[in-house]
């Protein structure tokens, strides 16, 4: 068993019986299920539009290097620069040097999993810059050292106690204070650092192939002001999130805004097709476009897997997800958690560390049922399963006792040989593992062979 799994189960058993984690998590999870669907409504079919939606995605994934040449091509013709980074160490290094360049000691960030996937905070820490997460979960979370505990609400296990209490301590402020003098408190210190930054960094929600641009959709306007007021704005974006035409739009981000959050649209929605432009006003002097692999053409390989892809991080599975909600997102210890991120981390990360991931799953199907762009998440995860076993990743005995019970299974007279306690005894007790979680089993005095013979002879 590797590390990371024995880590997993261990924390997935405190977690399961910490019951003031599953009341937060109840609590927030319910407001989000009343909300969605309100969301849903502006559509006049919803399923068709998230068919459709997964079908502009299989496009885009499908001529991901033409749509990914035509947004550089189209974005640099503006000014701004494309890097194309292989890996998280690539990034960072392409980051160290601009920040170098501009003598960077301050730097604003929006929200972005992915700017969490190359671990950019530590490297910053490490260079000595000041890294200021802006989006308001994000920031609570800086402050209490902690990774998001989800993909769209980062502090969803907090309680607006726990914010007042991490507050107090952190910043001095009363612990009584309300969400809305919390916010005030968080903004008055954010909004400093703003003019403070020689850089900012955004993550994309999209990236547009036809207009050569990049879409960020948010609901606190810290994004906009990252991209904006810093003289520099460096965009880290996964190759997968392009799509084809700005038009799409019109479709993506009402989608993402309801399943992620259950609104219509996110109160700003925002295009960035370049750094400033002479006789603009606003706007950065400089433009980076980082576009990170990091095992994603690993997935695009794989003609099964490549599905997942086309995620668009609305966070709608961890909802919906009954591990999720019981074992909640830090367990995962991994960037992206609940069923996306057991589908995508083995292949990004490496199957035999993280293949557990792909099996704490009751595959319930609710996760495929309540996607934005329709993943058939849960086959995903059974194909992870059936990829760890090809690659030779599963033990002895598991396969033993595999072999042995197709051999049963395939010969009525083998199945007769053993009577009930001799069955009983061999799931009981030969495959260890079964009564750790389960009850014991019960094999019925007469099998259903036995009860048919008497009935009805060997017909
Ligand atoms: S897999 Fe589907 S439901 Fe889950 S985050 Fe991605 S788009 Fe949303």
């Known amino acids: 068993m590797s590390e990371h799994s024995q880590s997993f189960i261990a924390k997935s058993a405190d977690k399961a019986a910490d019951r003031e984690h599953r009341r937060k ?10 909300v969605v669907p309100k969301g849903k409504e502006q559509f006049i079919n919803v399923n068709l539009a998230r068919e459709k939606a997964k079908n502009l995605k299989w496009k885009a994934i499908e001529n991901l290097d033409k749509m990914l040449e035509s947004f550089e091509a189209k974005i640099t013709k503006r ?4 890097i194309w980074a292989e890996d998280a160490k690539q990034a960072l ?14 730097l604003v960030k929006s929200k972005s999993m992915v700017t969490e996937e190359i671990h950019l905070n530590k490297f910053l820490e490490g260079q000595g810059i000041e890294s200021i997460e802006t989006d308001l979960g994000e920031y609570i979370q800086q402050l209490d050292g902690e990774p998001p505990y989800h993909i769209v609400t980062p502090a969803m296990h907090k309680s607006k106690e726990d914010v007042a209490k991490l507050f107090a301590e952190k910043l001095g402020t009363d612990p009584k204070l309300t969400p809305e003098q919390l916010t005030l408190v968080a903004r008055d210190v954010l909004r400093k650092k703003y003019a403070e930054a020689e850089v900012g960094i955004t993550g994309a929600n999209f990236i547009i192939a036809d207009i050569g641009g990049i879409a960020i959709t948010e609901n606190e306007g810290n994004a906009r002001l990252s991209c904006s ?17 700005m038009n799409d739009l019109a479709l993506f981000w009402p989608l993402l805004a309801t ?35 990091n095992g994603r053409t690993n997935i695009l390989a794989n003609e099964k897997s490549r599905e997942s892809l086309y995620c668009i991080r609305c966070g709608a599975c961890l909802n919906a997800c009954p591990v999720y909600k019981n074992i909640g997102g830090h367990s995962y ?11 995508i981390t083995p292949h990004l990360n490496g199957m035999k560390e993280w293949k557990h991931l792909s099996y704490a ?26 990829e760890a076993v090809d690659e030779g990743d599963s033990s002895f005995a598991e396969r033993t006792g595999w072999k042995l019970w197709k051999q049963a299974m395939l010969k009525r007279s083998l199945m007769n040989m053993g009577n009930r306690t001799i069955k009983n ?35």
């Open 25 to 34: 998590i109840n609590f927030n999870i319910g407001k989000y299920n009343a």
């Open 333 to 343: 210890e991994a960037t992206y958690s609940g069923p996306i991120g057991s589908v």
């Open 259 to 293: 399943y992620g959050t259950g609104q219509k649209i996110t109160v700003y929605s925002t295009i960035v097709t370049g750094p400033r432009q002479e006789k603009e006003t606003d706007g950065p002097d400089e433009m980076y476009v980082i576009l990170l692999d």
């Open 361 to 386: 799953s009751s595959l319930c199907g609710n996760c495929t049922e309540v996607c934005a762009v329709k993943i058939n998440l849960h086959e995903l995860l059974l194909e992870n399963r059936h």
């Open 229 to 245: 007021m810093p003289k520099t704005h460096i965009v880290v974006a996964g190759i997968e999130k392009v799509i084809p035409s």
């Open 425 to 459: 005894w061999v799931v009981n007790t030969l495959l260890k593992g079964w009564k750790e979680h389960r009850s014991e089993m019960e094999f019925p005095k007469k099998s259903f062979n036995q009860m048919w013979k008497e009935k009805y002879g060997n017909r």
């Open 79 to 82: 000014g701004a620069k494309v």
């Open 93 to 106: 290094e392409e980051i160290g040097k601009i920040c170098a360049e501009k003598n960077c000691k301050t």
